[in-house]
């Protein structure tokens, strides 16, 4: 099985930053494209960054110039920091990655259980 496990949400005030991560493990033959979404309340999920395996990203036009994505293949990580965080950044943001596992050796897309990030003073 393939899990993908976030941490660093939580309550920031604006201005403020926050770094995401997100880990995967498990079965994993291929690891390819990672990246970030946000849902907010009664919005649907959009994306916010993605990162392929040789280290070529795309921000949505929201977060330019102040969110930053990176990852460690060594360690199947993807990190977001998120800097001048604005109140209409909260949401909760999932991390997806685009792997091969070893049980099915089909490509498919994962997901984690997503972490809340508030920005408010």
């Known amino acids: 099985q393939v899990q993908l496990v976030e941490s660093g949400g939580g309550l920031v005030q604006p201005g403020g930053s926050l770094r995401l991560s997100c880990a995967a493990s498990?079965?994993?033959?291929?690891?390819?494209?990672m990246g970030w979404y946000l849902q907010a309340p009664g919005k649907q999920r959009e994306l916010v960054a993605a990162i392929t395996g040789r280290g070529d990203t795309n921000y949505a036009d929201s977060v330019k110039g102040r969110f930053t994505i990176s990852r460690d293949n060594a360690k199947n990580t993807v990190y977001l920091q998120m800097d001048s965080l604005k109140p209409e950044d909260t949401a909760v943001y999932s991390c997806?990655?685009?792997?091969?596992?070893?049980?099915?050796?089909?490509?498919?897309?994962?997901w984690g259980q997503g972490t809340q990030v508030t920005v408010s003073s």
């Open positions: 498990g079965s994993i033959f291929s690891l390819y494209t």
């Open positions: 997806t990655a685009a792997l091969i596992s070893t049980s099915t050796r089909i490509r498919g897309d994962y």
